[in-house]
């Protein structure tokens, strides 16, 4: 079945340092799905990429979709503690339902 | 306020009892799923309904149960045939139309654990 490897999965960085994660589909993926779960909290919707290539932005993160539709990035610019969590990309995966990457978990210090 | 909502928080559950998660939503979505997660782990599906008196079974379905007898409600059962049932359990929703493109709304989720 379809797999979603995310890495790494934990970061530590600095406050005010940068900080990426990577999303890698075994299968070519028709849109891309990014979600933050807070310390204890749920995860919650960021933003959906669909176009071959894609960039979007969102004040300090960007997002990005690969040329091949099989991989995506999330960076932070100047990570501040409220960056704190863990970021998941997600996929369709398989018939009507969607196939959560592994997760990257980012601690900031102060 | 519309949202999905998930009770109780917290579940302490007995050796060979069954125990039923609540799972309520007002945003009209005609699509719910109910997830697990373990420590450090990432989401695991286990059941998914895109309507009314209908349900597939995800990736780990063994060991639980579901109803959708209600659009607004899709409540999860972990049987006792669960041999591992301690982990956090989220219910989200989504619009019907393509899964997998619409956005997932999530509850604050419900601790399950076993004495």
């Known amino acids: 079945g379809q797999q979603v490897m995310q890495i790494p999965q934990y970061q530590h960085v600095q406050e005010g340092e940068d900080f990426t994660t990577y999303c890698n589909s075994s299968?070519?993926?028709?849109?891309i799905q990014w979600y933050k779960q807070r310390p204890g909290g749920h995860p919650v919707f960021l933003i959906q990429l669909v176009k071959s290539g894609e960039v979007k932005k969102q004040k300090r993160l960007t997002f990005q979709f690969g040329e091949a539709k099989k991989n995506s990035s999330l960076h932070i610019t100047a990570t501040q503690t409220t960056d704190v969590g863990t970021y998941f990309c997600a996929g369709p995966g398989g018939y009507q339902k969607v196939t959560f990457g592994t997760g990257t978990k980012l601690q900031v210090i102060p | 306020d519309g949202g999905i909502t998930q009770s109780p928080k917290y579940l302490f559950r007995k050796e060979g009892q069954n125990v039923t998660l609540s799972c309520e939503q007002n945003?009209?979505?005609?699509?719910m799923y109910w997830y697990r997660q373990d420590p450090g782990q990432g989401l695991r599906l286990i059941y998914y309904s895109q309507i009314v008196n209908d349900f597939q079974k995800g990736d780990i379905a063994e060991g639980y149960s579901v109803s959708r007898e209600k659009k607004e409600s899709f409540p999860l059962t972990v049987t006792s045939a669960q041999k591992n049932p301690t982990a956090f359990y989220l219910c989200a929703s989504s619009r019907q139309g393509n899964i997998g493109k619409e956005t997932q709304y999530f509850g604050p989720g419900t601790r399950l654990l076993v004495l």
């Open positions: 299968t070519t993926l028709s849109n």
């Open positions: 945003l009209n979505h005609d699509a």
